[in-house]
């Protein structure tokens, strides 16, 4: 069974505006950790955010934030004044406590438009 | 701090020939992962160490796949022979712990491969 679905194939998004990135993720385990990555076209995958699933308040790196909603089940990236190096693939995944391995969602593609 | 290393970052081999991608994870991570990245495919996790321990090695696609991490500081994932079909990006990633921040997994720059 699919744990983490990313509806959006790509996305497309003006400089300097925000974008949010979906993903809602499925499991039982009440303890978990969720994950966003980036993967420009060069290749690399570059840790951005991480939410534990305890967490009270919602996660925030610079431009990047997790809007979590638990009892929705989803973990949406937000990247506020999007700027053209912003354009990447974009990947949430899960961790559950059961295990130390993670679960990648199929990614969104990011097109910045200046 | 260095990253995760990978080498080769590129590999082009025939079809039939034994290869190896090598993996030096962050030093103090006890947590090793070795994932495929293929456009049908996606990222898929292959196999996994714990304090150099394989844990889970359930993504291996099949025998002619094996992973070794002989110590804290290497880890190979050897293909023999080859098939043009394992073409595809091999990510490392390592961690620092299994759970909370410390399980962020941290990649390295992957290998190309190509098999011809």
């Known amino acids: 069974a699919q744990k983490i679905t990313q509806t959006q194939p790509g996305m497309f998004v003006q400089e300097k505006e925000a974008v949010t990135l979906d993903c809602t993720y499925d499991?039982?385990?009440?303890?978990?950790?969720l994950f966003w990555y980036k993967q420009p076209s060069s290749g690399e995958m570059i840790f951005l955010i991480y939410?534990?699933?305890?967490?009270?308040q919602n996660a925030t790196e610079g431009r990047y934030s997790l809007n979590f909603q638990k009892a929705r089940k989803s973990a949406n990236l937000v990247i506020s004044a999007s700027q053209l190096g912003d354009s990447a693939m974009y990947f949430c995944?899960?961790?559950?406590?059961?295990?130390?391995?993670?679960?990648f969602g199929t990614g969104t593609s990011l097109t910045v438009i200046p | 701090d260095a990253g995760v290393i990978q080498s080769p970052r590129h590999e082009v081999t025939e079809m039939g020939q034994e290869v190896t991608l090598r993996c030096k994870p962050i030093?103090?991570?006890?947590?090793l992962f070795w994932y495929r990245q293929t456009m049908m495919r996606g990222l898929e996790l292959l196999i996994y160490?714990?304090?150099?321990?394989?844990?889970?090695d359930s993504g291996m696609p099949e025998d002619r796949f094996s992973a070794k991490m002989p110590n804290a500081s290497f880890s190979t994932l050897k293909i023999q022979p080859s098939e043009p079909r394992d073409s595809a990006v091999y990510f490392c990633?390592?961690?620092?712990?299994?759970?909370?921040?410390?399980?962020?997994?941290?990649f390295g720059p992957g290998t190309r491969l190509t098999v011809l």
């Open positions: 990633a390592s961690s620092h712990g299994t759970s909370g921040t410390q399980s962020t997994q941290y």
């Open positions: 499991t039982s385990d009440p303890s978990y950790g």
């Open positions: 939410q534990g699933s305890y967490d009270q």
């Open positions: 995944a899960m961790r559950l406590n059961t295990g130390n391995q993670f679960y």
């Open positions: 030093s103090g991570h006890n947590s």
């Open positions: 160490f714990n304090n150099n321990v394989p844990i889970d």
